[in-house]
């Protein structure tokens, strides 16, 4: 059975940092491309970030270009996102997705129960 | 970068009806698209692939059409459980954005 169990998140202030952690299991890690998708509160989804399974191609929304990176080690079967200069805007429930295909352009079959982050003086 | 745009952003149909919800893209995108069905509380579920293939263990009453610009979301007839919030999201290539989402609510 797939299980993706996100962890990291908290209450920290505007400019702060956290790394947010998706620990998977029920299948092979590295055959699959990982995402990050957030959903602020009463808002839509919100795509964030994409991964290869071979960790070669990464891909950001504009929003958090240069302040997030997603990364992932395949050895621990975990998927990272390192969110820094943290804004306001940028509260929001982090959901780990992982995708169909080894390949970034795919559909996301399993999804987390997601992490919270609030940015918060 | 390709938007994507969802109609209606809410609807409210009575129980056995046929509901459609439409997803439009800026640029074509062959048939690079998802459907997502975020029940209240929930996580989001993959309801159709490649705009049209059934993710397992969904209700055949779901299905998808389309390609390029236009695709269409239909449940041939409503149920109670089928009440939640309907996303579409394209993937031919980065970024992997959604539509806006559709409220589904029963009559």
């Known amino acids: 059975e797939v299980q993706l169990l996100e962890s990291g998140g908290g209450l920290v202030p505007p400019g702060g940092s956290l790394r947010l952690s998706c620990a998977a299991s029920?299948?092979?890690?590295?055959?699959?491309?990982m995402s990050w998708v957030r959903q602020a509160p009463g808002k839509g989804l919100e795509w964030v970030s994409v991964?290869?399974?071979?960790?070669?191609?990464?891909y950001y929304a504009d929003s958090v270009k240069g302040r997030f990176t997603i990364s992932r080690d395949n050895s621990k079967n975990t998927l990272y996102l390192d969110v820094t200069s943290l804004r306001a805007e940028d509260t929001a429930l982090y959901y780990c997705a992982k995708l169909r295909s080894v390949l970034v352009a795919s559909a996301a079959d399993f999804w987390g129960q997601g992490t919270l982050v609030t940015v918060s003086p | 970068d390709i938007q994507m745009t969802q109609s209606p952003s809410s609807l409210s149909a009575s129980v056995g009806d046929r509901v459609t919800i439409s997803c439009r893209a800026s640029?074509?995108?062959?048939?690079?698209l998802a459907w997502y069905q975020q029940k209240p509380g929930k996580v989001p579920k993959l309801l159709i692939y490649?705009?049209?293939s059934l993710q397992l263990r969904v209700p055949s009453r779901f299905s998808g059409s389309g390609s390029e610009t236009d695709f269409t979301l239909t449940i041939s007839s409503l149920q109670p459980e089928d009440v939640a919030t309907y996303y579409c999201?394209?993937?031919?290539?980065?970024?992997?954005?959604f539509g806006g989402g559709t409220k589904v609510e029963i009559k």
């Open positions: 640029q074509g995108i062959g048939t690079s």
């Open positions: 999201q394209k993937y031919d290539s980065a970024p992997l954005s």
């Open positions: 490649a705009a049209s």
């Open positions: 029920g299948f092979i890690f590295s055959n699959y491309a």
């Open positions: 991964i290869s399974g071979s960790s070669g191609l990464t």
